[in-house]
Nanobody
Framework: QVQLVESGGGLVQPGGSLRLSCAAS????????MAWFRQAPGKQRELVAYITADGSSHYEDSVQGRFTISRDNDKNTMYLQMNSLKPGDTAIYYC???????WGRGTSVTVSS
């Protein structure tokens, strides 16, 4: 079955950390550029970060220095380590094949005191 499944979201206080995971199945994961997007309430979905097949990464300006994207090709899994979280990071976080049409169902992140 071809799918992407996100996990690791939750409620965290400002300044806290979360680690999101994206487990892929049914695709040749190691060959794809993978990405994290997020959609905050009332806003459009936006790119957070992407990682190439060889591990090069790119970040949206607002998360640069706070978030780290990584992948484990042996486990068909991508990660997003999120540190120094802010209320503005509150959103549903989705993983996807960058430029493709396969999306996970998302995991909710809420940053609030």
């Amino acid at each position: 079955q071809v799918q992407l499944v996100e996990s690791g979201g939750g409620l965290v206080q400002p300044g806290g950390s979360l680690r999101l995971s994206c487990a892929a199945s049914g695709i040749v994961f190691r060959t794809y550029v993978m990405a994290w997007f997020r959609q905050a309430p009332g806003k459009q979905r936006e790119l957070v970060a992407y990682i190439t097949a060889d591990g090069s990464s790119h970040y949206e300006d607002s998360v640069q220095g706070r978030f780290t994207i990584s992948r484990d090709n042996d486990k068909n899994t991508m990660y997003l380590q999120m540190n120094s979280l802010k209320p503005g990071d509150t959103a549903i976080y989705y993983c996807t094949i960058f430029g493709g049409s396969l999306w996970g169902r998302g995991t909710s992140v809420t940053v609030s005191s």
